[in-house]
């Protein structure tokens, strides 16, 4: 069993940064795929970001590439997710997730809360 609890949301204004937490519970951390998803208003939940278990890959979806930087501590068991120039569209709870397998992020293990990002324009 694995938790994960997000934190580092806020508002902000167009083209700040923000930098997301995600701190796991268990022993198992490092056996994860760690992710970013996000769920505006009226949307559906959307993948943003994946981050190998030895934090050596990295996939990005192309609405955040360049901007957003995901990196993991597997000694602390924390996930972040640095997000630069940021814009009114990334507005949207950001959830992290446990993923089981790289490259399916269909395939998700355990979800956190989320955290609420809000960008100004």
């Known amino acids: 069993q694995v938790q994960l609890v997000e934190s580092g949301g806020g508002l902000v204004q167009a083209g700040g940064s923000l930098r997301l937490s995600c701190a796991a519970s268990g022993r198992t951390f490092s056996s994860y795929v760690m992710g970013w998803f996000r769920q505006a208003p009226g949307k559906e939940r959307e993948f943003v970001v994946a981050?190998?278990?030895?934090?050596?890959?990295?996939d990005y979806a192309g609405s955040v590439k360049g901007r957003f930087t995901i990196s993991r501590d597997n000694a602390k068991n924390t996930v972040y997710l640095q997000m630069n120039s940021l814009k009114p569209e990334d507005t949207a709870v950001y959830y992290c997730?446990?993923?089981?397998?790289?490259?399916?992020?269909?395939?998700?293990?355990?979800w956190g809360q989320g955290t609420q990002v809000t960008v100004s324009s």
């Open positions: 997730a446990a993923l089981r397998y790289w490259s399916d992020y269909s395939d998700v293990a355990y």
């Open positions: 981050i190998s278990w030895s934090g050596s890959n990295t």
